[in-house]
């Protein structure tokens, strides 16, 4: 019978926790999360195990990064069910603290990040569309960080500008830390997975499905003609409306690295752009669910 993994909840704990690993060389791999954890969350673990001697798994529905108007209140959390979900991964230990162990001082949302070392990496698409929303992940991962002190750290692609976000805080605050970014776990429909589309109906759920045949569409014409960013986002476009998904955030093709949307550039700029590898991006509300996605458009050099 596998076991469950062991559970730490305080401070103190992790403290220790994270002593002894250091005291027997083991090397420790983080996997922050949010809970409600899915197969998606599994393969972060599983890379964490296969790079580390130690996996810490952290659980904790972060508030700083939820807006007002956003769905902390209502965010799916279940932690006997991650616990049992872990149980299939050795060497995983679980750390599930309090709000108040984590900001321990009232009103301590404020943010110990400063906004100005967030560059146009955080400002764009999801830092405008949800203000606050990276002030809180970097605060977050930072105290994680320095909690913690892994030396590795996994994040999914999914939440791609989150990733580069991280990346930076990690340069910016030289925390000597790796960070890895999985690959997205889709379902078989191609849905990317997402603790959020437990929200869905099952008619929601079908439209959703529009979203990764959109980007794939997308990504395969990029592959075999030439394509303009703004030609590519019409695509997904069109396939969103198809399917009657019609609160689009964003559609946006961008730089890799900095995130900037590549139809400002004159046409052919924007053809030369994407062939050196590029992401679409996107954001987009089914029902009243917010879903983001994307893909990665490799470099093509023929
Ligand atoms: O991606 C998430 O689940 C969260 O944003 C993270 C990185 C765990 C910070 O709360």
Same mark, same amino acid.
């Given at each position: 019978? #596998?076991?469950?993994?062991? &559970?730490?909840?305080?401070?103190?704990?992790?403290?220790?926790?994270?002593?002894?690993?250091?005291?027997?060389? &083991?090397?420790?791999? %983080?996997?922050?999360?949010?809970?409600?954890?899915?197969?998606?969350?599994?393969?972060?673990?599983?890379s964490?195990?296969?790079h /580390?001697?130690?996996?810490?798994?952290?659980?904790?529905?972060?508030?700083?990064?939820?807006?007002?108007?956003?769905?902390?209140?209502?965010?799916?959390? @279940?932690?006997?069910?991650?616990?049992? %979900?872990?149980?299939?991964?050795?060497?995983?230990?679980?750390?599930?603290?309090?709000?108040?162990?984590?900001?321990? &001082?009232?009103?301590?949302?404020?943010?110990?990040?400063?906004? $100005?070392?967030?560059?146009?990496?955080?400002?764009?698409?999801?830092?405008?569309?949800?203000?606050?929303?990276?002030?809180?992940?970097?605060?977050?991962?930072?105290?994680?960080? +320095?909690?913690?002190?892994?030396?590795i750290a996994f994040f999914?692609?999914?939440?791609?500008?989150?990733?580069?976000?991280?990346?930076?805080?990690?340069?910016?605050?030289?925390? $000597?830390?790796k960070i890895v970014g999985c #690959? =997205?776990?889709?379902?078989?429909?191609? &849905?990317?997975?997402?603790?959020? $589309?437990?929200?869905?109906?099952?008619?929601?759920?079908?439209?959703? +499905?529009?979203?990764?045949?959109?980007?794939?569409?997308?990504?395969?014409?990029?592959?075999?003609?030439?394509?303009?960013?703004?030609?590519?986002?019409?695509?997904?476009?069109?396939?969103?409306?198809?399917?009657?998904? $019609?609160?689009? @955030?964003?559609?946006?093709?961008?730089?890799?690295? /900095?995130?900037?949307?590549?139809?400002? %550039? @004159?046409?052919?700029?924007?053809?030369?752009?994407?062939?050196?590898?590029?992401?679409? %991006?996107?954001?987009?509300?089914?029902?009243?669910?917010?879903? =983001?996605?994307? =893909?990665?458009?490799? #470099?093509?050099?023929?």
């Amino acid at each position: 019978m #596998p076991n469950s993994p062991e &559970l730490i909840t305080d401070l103190t704990q992790l403290a220790q926790w994270v002593q002894a690993q250091s005291a027997a060389g &083991l090397s420790v791999g %983080l996997v922050p999360t949010m809970g409600a954890l899915h197969a998606g969350h599994l393969s972060l673990v599983e890379s964490a195990a296969q790079h /580390s001697d130690s996996v810490l798994v952290t659980i904790f529905v972060n508030p700083t990064q939820f807006a007002a108007n956003e769905d902390l209140q209502q965010y799916p959390r @279940d932690l006997e069910g991650d616990l049992q %979900l872990l149980q299939s991964v050795a060497k995983v230990t679980v750390f599930a603290p309090t709000v108040a162990d984590i900001y321990p &001082l009232e009103n301590s949302t404020a943010r110990n990040v400063e906004s $100005n070392k967030l560059d146009d990496v955080a400002m764009r698409w999801e830092g405008e569309r949800r203000p606050g929303h990276f002030l809180g992940v970097t605060t977050i991962v930072h105290k994680l960080f +320095t909690l913690t002190k892994p030396q590795i750290a996994f994040f999914g692609r999914k939440d791609y500008q989150q990733l580069r976000v991280i990346e930076q805080l990690t340069e910016e605050r030289q925390h $000597n830390i790796k960070i890895v970014g999985c #690959p =997205i776990v889709r379902e078989e429909d191609g &849905l990317a997975m997402s603790s959020r $589309n437990a929200y869905l109906t099952t008619a929601q759920r079908t439209q959703a +499905t529009a979203i990764y045949k959109g980007l794939q569409t997308a990504c395969n014409m990029a592959n075999n003609m030439e394509m303009a960013a703004t030609e590519l986002q019409d695509v997904v476009r069109k396939q969103l409306a198809n399917a009657e998904i $019609n609160g689009i @955030d964003y559609v946006a093709v961008v730089h890799p690295k /900095s995130l900037e949307p590549l139809a400002l %550039l @004159d046409r052919t700029e924007q053809i030369k752009q994407i062939k050196l590898g590029a992401i679409i %991006l996107v954001a987009v509300f089914v029902g009243n669910t917010r879903l =983001i996605d994307n =893909i990665f458009i490799p #470099p093509n050099n023929s």
